[in-house]
């Protein structure tokens, strides 16, 4: 089975981050436990500010604040200074710093549009310590499965340092994922905590920080006594951390309201698109008919299937979706958001003037994107 088809596969068996907290927490029986972050945002920020001053050289000239293995996650080559600079107003260098049990994470890069964010760091163990996770060779390693797990809750803070209550921490995924390495078996990784929000719109203008959940080291492997997956653990502790957010939405949006047609007796239509360099994200209106719940919810969560979207540049070429649905989300009863990666990083300002179709469970509808005009900040 591909990469991508097991993203899939688990993307829909995701439980909400209690829940996985819940279950990673027994399974891994870390005893982690929350601690009290270590600075307050407006240190955290001073720190960012005094990493970026230390951007120099071509590398800043070309890509400010940009990390390459950021860029190279997102596959974009360190000569594409252009394609770089799409991504750049939405990134922040920060220097964040966690110890504990002989080892050190350091998170050093933000990256945010609307619908998502990622987090970029560095984790040094004791020398001679083997960070390796797993050996596909000799055990049924789940690719995708390694991480930090345990460590506490996710949750976004305001200018206070107080938390926000976003009401609909629901159909939202958080997870590490451990970037490619030359020499898996040292005592230094580099992995990316990646958030999926399709309801990232309610963060703007609130969230100016968030804790991140850091806890053992641990990769999944099948039981083959027991016939489930259990965690492994490679190296156990707890760095969770607060890290700020950048401010900036790279994005662009148009306001739309069109009729599709009916689900389930409800009017559905199209509210929103929103376009980043990175992932496309449109809000449907639901009015009317029946109670959300059993088929009548699953139908209206999953209304757009990533082949039913042909987006078009205003010369007319068509630029693919990525492998899946990134994410989809519920506000209250009457919204569902549905979030799309791109197969590229893609300017925004190429689809003025271009179009988009979605094909839905109710029907299809073409909207022109003459009016799609960069957010706010």
Avoid at 47 to 60: H, I, Q
Avoid at 64 to 87: H, I, M
Avoid at 203 to 208: E, F, H, Q, S, T
Avoid at 287 to 306: A, K
């Amino acid at each position: 089975m591909e990469r991508h088809e097991l993203n899939r596969m688990f993307d829909g068996l995701t439980p909400d981050p209690q829940q996985e907290w819940e279950m990673l927490k027994k399974l891994l029986q870390d005893g982690a436990r929350r601690k009290k972050p270590m600075k307050n945002w407006k240190q955290i920020v001073a720190g960012a500010a005094a990493a970026a001053l230390l951007v120099t050289g071509a590398t800043a000239a070309a890509m400010p604040g940009l990390s390459q293995r950021l860029l190279s996650y997102l596959g974009v080559s360190p000569e594409n200074a252009q394609t770089a600079g799409l991504l750049a107003p939405g990134a922040m260098a920060v220097d964040v710093v966690k110890e504990d049990n002989g080892a050190k994470l350091h998170i050093t890069q933000v990256l945010r549009d609307r619908t998502s964010i990622m987090v970029l760091a560095d984790f040094t163990a004791p020398e001679g310590t083997s960070l390796k996770m797993g050996d596909p060779d000799s055990e049924k390693v789940f690719i995708g499965s390694d991480g930090f797990y345990g460590g506490g809750e996710h949750y976004f803070m305001d200018e206070a340092g107080e938390k926000i209550d976003l009401r609909i921490y629901r159909n939202y995924i958080y997870q590490w994922e451990i970037l490619e390495d030359d020499d898996p078996a040292d005592n230094h990784l580099s992995a990316m905590f990646v958030i999926k929000l399709p309801q990232g719109d309610m963060l703007r203008g609130k969230a100016v920080s968030m804790r991140v959940p850091v806890g053992t080291l641990s990769y999944s492997v099948w039981d083959e006594e027991t016939e489930k997956p259990r965690f492994v653990e490679v190296y156990s502790g707890d760095w969770s951390c607060d890290v700020p957010l950048p401010q900036k939405d790279i994005g662009w949006t148009q306001q739309v309201d069109r009729a599709v047609g009916e689900l389930d007796g409800a009017k559905i239509t199209v509210k929103e698109l929103y376009l980043s360099p990175v992932n496309l994200l449109v809000t449907l209106g639901r009015e009317g008919g029946e109670n959300l719940s059993g088929d009548v919810e699953f139908h209206w969560l999953g209304l757009l299937g990533v082949k039913d979207i042909v987006l078009k540049d205003k010369d007319g070429n068509t630029i693919a979706m990525g492998d899946s649905q990134s994410g989809s989300g519920m506000i209250e009863d009457t919204e569902s958001t549905n979030m799309f990666r791109l197969s590229e990083i893609t300017n925004p300002a190429s689809f003025q003037g271009g179009s988009i179709t979605l094909n839905l469970g109710c029907g299809t509808v073409t909207i022109p994107l003459d009016d799609l005009t960069p957010v706010e900040p």
